[in-house]
């Protein structure tokens, strides 16, 4: 058992807090964009279901196009510069769009070029984020601190709904991405302060990126925990692809919430991912990380079907049970399985893995936009909701029908071989 002093020692230390700040202040600045994006292209530019797809499909392109030589790259180079370079690339992408409004010129095909940087910058700065984390607080402590970050980012993430949609209510949609824009900028400015003793490969131990791409995907496809957990993210991923695009028309056009409205229903979900942040070592410490995995899980498949069956007024009481709910589920499943793979994967490999699993997750979502598109226009919101809502669900079978992960107790120390 630790000791208050074990426990107090990530809080002393000030490159843990700093890049704690970094990343609350750009979560919560991207729950803005969240709610305000698909808003812009909504009520400012009046798009379509189809349009509203591609707009959910060039924010995850990225994680198809670039999202396993990431890996390469953020295992050669360190880690903390990828991600001050990644987030001034997204502040420069958001604060243009206010710019073209003030100029009369913004356009979708402008909003999809952003949505593709913002993606871009996502990939590199996602996967040398969470490469970076046991370098920064020691691979034994990566799930109290993967268990802080998220609940911090869990705090940010509920505010910044209810805040951008009142942001959009009073100075229009374009204008409140000024507040994500700016969030990056102070990101950057934070990590700059920064410091971790990082050891990228030796240039001497590097081969072709083609050869140094295939051995972080055979890893994870070798790892019969690993290859589950990235086949839920992807069917999850691709059904969350569907979930964007109705559930916008769902609750502003057929059941006729207003932006503010909106923005406090989107509150729900991260309202229960800050509980199921705070649950989730408790969890683990309690039945051990296999358990605590499938139990998220489980929770997270069941309460997603609340919520198509909401309706006007008071009747949409389900979709926030729904979505709280499976917030709190995925939350446990999410910091467990991420705490997971940070404490068996060898240094060498720590980007590389979590390049694969971006890329298999991410590169769903892509698809799963186009498609939520092409379903709003032949569907009404409900049958899409409900159809997005059933493929979230039964995307955690692969974990559910698990014994392996079930039984899972204790992890072990990261492994020294590629395997």
């Avoid at 230390?13 to 890049?19: A, E, G, K, T």
């Avoid at 909504?42 to 924010?59: D, K, N």
């Avoid at 959009?168 to 991405?177: Q, R």
């Avoid at 800050?274 to 408790?282: D, H, K």
């Amino acid at each position: 058992m630790r000791t208050g002093d074990e426990r107090a020692g990530m809080w002393r230390n000030r490159s843990f807090r700093l890049f704690l700040g970094a990343d609350a202040i750009s979560q919560f600045g991207t729950q803005v964009t969240i709610v305000a994006l698909p808003l812009v292209a909504l009520l400012t530019l009046e798009a379509s279901p189809l349009q509203l797809g591609l707009l959910t499909a060039a924010e995850t392109a990225a994680f198809l196009l670039v999202g396993l030589p990431a890996g390469v790259w953020v295992d050669r180079l360190r880690r903390r510069p990828i991600m001050i370079w990644s987030d001034l690339l997204r502040g420069a992408a958001l604060l243009s769009v206010p710019a073209a409004v003030l100029l009369d010129a913004l356009t979708l095909p402008h909003l999809y070029a952003v949505a593709l940087l913002m993606g871009l910058g996502s990939v590199f700065f996602d996967v040398a984020h969470m490469s970076f984390l046991p370098s920064l607080v020691g691979r034994d402590d990566v799930l109290r601190g993967n268990g802080v970050l998220e609940t911090l980012r869990g705090a940010a993430v509920l505010s910044g709904p209810p805040l951008g949609g009142g942001l959009v209510h009073a100075v229009t949609a374009p204008v409140a991405l000024l507040a994500d824009g700016v969030s990056h900028l102070v990101s950057a400015l934070l990590l700059g302060g920064v410091r971790a003793q990082e050891d990228p490969a030796p240039a001497g131990e590097r081969r072709r990126l083609r050869e140094e791409v295939a051995e972080g995907v055979r890893y994870v496809a070798g790892h019969p925990v690993l290859r589950r957990i990235a086949l839920v993210g992807a069917l999850v991923m691709l059904s969350n692809g569907v979930w964007s695009v109705a559930q916008p028309f769902f609750l502003l056009r057929f059941l006729g919430v207003d932006p503010v409205g909106y923005g406090l229903l989107l509150a729900a979900a991260p309202a229960g991912w800050l509980a199921g942040a705070f649950l989730a070592p408790r969890a683990a410490a309690r039945s051990g990380a296999g358990p605590a995995m499938y139990g998220g899980a489980a929770l997270a498949a069941a309460a997603v079907l609340l919520a198509p069956l909401a309706g006007p007024g008071w009747a949409l009481a389900p979709f926030v049970l729904g979505n709280a709910l499976n917030g709190v589920g995925a939350a446990v499943f999410s910091v467990n399985q991420l705490s997971y793979r940070q404490r068996i994967t060898p240094e060498r490999l720590l980007g590389r893995m979590n390049a694969s699993m971006r890329f298999l997750m991410w590169g769903a979502a892509p698809l799963g936009g186009l498609l939520g598109g092409v379903l709003g226009e032949l569907l009404d919101a409900r049958t899409a909701l409900w159809t997005a809502a059933a493929g979230i669900a039964l995307a955690h079978l692969p974990v559910l029908t698990s014994r392996g992960i079930l039984s899972l107790r204790e992890v072990s120390a990261p492994e020294t071989s590629s395997r």
